[in-house]
């Protein structure tokens, strides 16, 4: 059974910084890519980073890119990401996730993951 548990979510001001963490277990992570998505309330679910299986290939969200920085270390089974420079807008909660298919439609890709966390809480308010 894959379980996927995010932590590191919490309060930040405007301008702060996190790391999102995610342990991953029940899957050979070192073989699978992997992402962070997000949902902020009342929207859909937002890809935001991914990572391929090494580590030596990324990808950002437009929205994201510069300010969040993606990693993972394959001998902890654990992803993370970490986040600079936060928004109002970056609220949300996040999940790590994996195995999903990305489908085109209404004039965007949206991203569809087969595994997902409970995911972790971001707020950003002064």
């Known amino acids: 059974e894959v379980q996927l548990v995010e932590s590191g979510g919490g309060l930040v001001q405007p301008g702060g910084s996190l790391r999102l963490s995610c342990a991953a277990s029940?899957?050979?992570?070192?073989?699978?890519?992997m992402n962070w998505v997000r949902q902020a309330p009342g929207k859909g679910l937002e890809w935001v980073s991914a990572?391929?299986?090494?580590?030596?290939?990324?990808s950002y969200a437009d929205s994201v890119k510069g300010r969040f920085t993606i990693s993972r270390d394959n001998a902890k089974n654990t992803l993370y990401l970490h986040m600079n420079s936060l928004k109002p807008e970056d609220a949300a909660v996040y999940y790590c996730?994996?195995?999903?298919?990305?489908?085109?439609?209404?004039?965007?890709?949206?991203?569809?993951?087969?595994?997902w966390g409970q995911g972790t809480q971001v707020t950003v308010s002064s």
């Open positions: 990572i391929n299986s090494g580590g030596g290939s990324t």
């Open positions: 996730a994996t195995d999903g298919v990305w489908a085109y439609y209404s004039g965007s890709y949206y991203y569809h993951p087969a595994y």
């Open positions: 029940g899957v050979t992570f070192s073989s699978y890519a």
